[in-house]
């Protein structure tokens, strides 16, 4: 049995320990920050910075908070002259992506990066570039993939005799995305693997030999060996540095297949899993119906939810394939194409809803997202008999995704039903150079690319990566100037902006990256906010949000990125360099 003075030792030494992870200071923050998870935990943990943005009506501004085991406990002021001395940075909440695909950035991140090419030849030299340093990449077991062409710069449709250059890209498997996904173009190899003639496919196309669209995808990805689940848990490792790295948090997942759920509720177990997870289930056959497919997620895992299905009305405006009520003014044999009929998709929506399942459409046209509404007033209606559909709707959530060019008629809908739109800034910002000559100058005057007009929704945003940078202040900046992060410019050259009367306020679109897409998981109360109760994430800036001019914006660092108490990324500096 141990003598006194041992147990009132090892009592001082606990309450030594104790007292220093609740006062850590600015020089052992970080190396507590280090340790093992679960070892500060048992603490609470107090952090002090210049100035902390809560986006907590209680308390919006504050300077120190407290941590204890992944939730934020205490928020307040700092009551020292010394502590205020020692504090560095400036906080916001961590930030959210409210619609994006987390494997397929990863596996981005491992494939060939197109996005930007400006010809061919550039395609080609990018392809030999990639190729020189993943030998194996183009065999029948590992296609050679990549993403981000665009026909527009070409002139011309691709074909696949296209990818048929030089000695080193003779028969080989290759299979290309285009920059909105929604298309693919495949080598003649590949081509080799499909039925002569090929089918016809309801709500897909072949616009030439090589290239598919939509659901005519399918006809390829039926032959597509899919990656491990070693490499698709290196996908995902490294997606979720690159979000950590830009201060995401947390994001939703807009289309999760059920084996994929699988992985995500297997790799969320884990330490290393750092970015909170808000899932679309996406049956392994689209625009079907599969519950029975879905995993249960643990309700201890705070990191990984799954409560939501996606659907798909239309396709993608830049290769004429959302689905508008009139022809494209550019096209006019043509007004895109549904990828499935209004019939299913109102039954779809019924069928989801009365499962338990928030149901997200993705709808692009106008069209679509006609659509998209009346399957939404069919199933609340079928869910709340008794209530009014917006009554109805508050507690269900129904979500457009994208919400990119709607009527105003069903403008008007959608705000008395209270339909939450999922929206993606840098869209409109990467769309602006060719919209107005896909719609014409009076229907994208008053359909497209609303913002500020949706306001009143709380609308969703989000980036959609990898179609788009993952970058949130880019998304911020798109939002609030309506202008290309890349050059600063809009689409004449100038600072004006595109359809500028558009445009949000940086603290609106900062709730667009925070508290609404918090709402629209049904995590109110636990994300997009620091206060007593919430999730302890946070990011660190060098100066307030609000003290960035727009230029500078659109390039900010984040300096930490902090998910439930345990830093995931810190931005190296001059100390990191030198060892």
Known sequence: MPSIGVVVLLSSLITLVA???QNPGPYLTPILASLPFAIPQFFEQIYCYNAVKTNSESLPHAECFSVKNGHFKRVFSAESDIVREARTGHVIPGLWDGHGHLLQLGELKNSVDLFGASSMSEVHERLISYKSLHKTAGNSEEWLRGVGWDQAVFGQWPVASDLEFGSEFKDLYVMLDRIDVHCIWVSEKVLSLLPNPLPEIPGGEIPAKGVFCDNAMDIVLQHYPEPSSERKTKFIKDAMRELNKFGIVGMHDAGVTPKHLKLYGTL?????????VYAMLECEVRNTFCPEKAIEVASSNDKFYMRSVKLFADGALGSWGSAMIEPYSDKETSSGS????????TRL?????????????HAIGDLANRLAVNAFEEALGNLCPDASLHECQSKHRFRIEHAQIIHPDDQHR?????????????????????????????????EAYR??????????FGSDFPVEPANVFEGIYAAVTR??????LDPAGGTDGWYASETVTVQEALKGFTLNPAFAAF??????????????DWVVLDKPLEAFDMESLRKANVKETWVGGKRVYHRPGPEDLAT
């Open 414 to 446: 959608i705000s008395q039903i209270g339909i939450i739109p999922s929206i993606q800034p840098t869209h409109a910002t990467s769309d602006m150079y060719y919209a107005e000559s896909r719609l014409g100058k009076d229907r994208t005057l008053k």
């Open 451 to 460: 913002m500020r007009s949706l306001l009143p929704l709380n609308p969703v």
């Open 523 to 536: 995590l109110e109360d636990k994300a997009g906010k620091i206060e007593p109760g919430a999730y302890a």
């Open 483 to 488: 202008r290309s992060p890349k050059t600063g």
């Open 349 to 361: 929506a019924r069928e989801w809803s009365g499962a338990g399942y928030q149901v997200n459409i």
């Open 338 to 345: 549904l990828l499935v009929n209004a019939t299913t998709l």
């Open 19 to 21: 007292v220093i992870y």
């Open 268 to 276: 969320s177990q884990k330490e290393e899993w750092s970015v909170r």
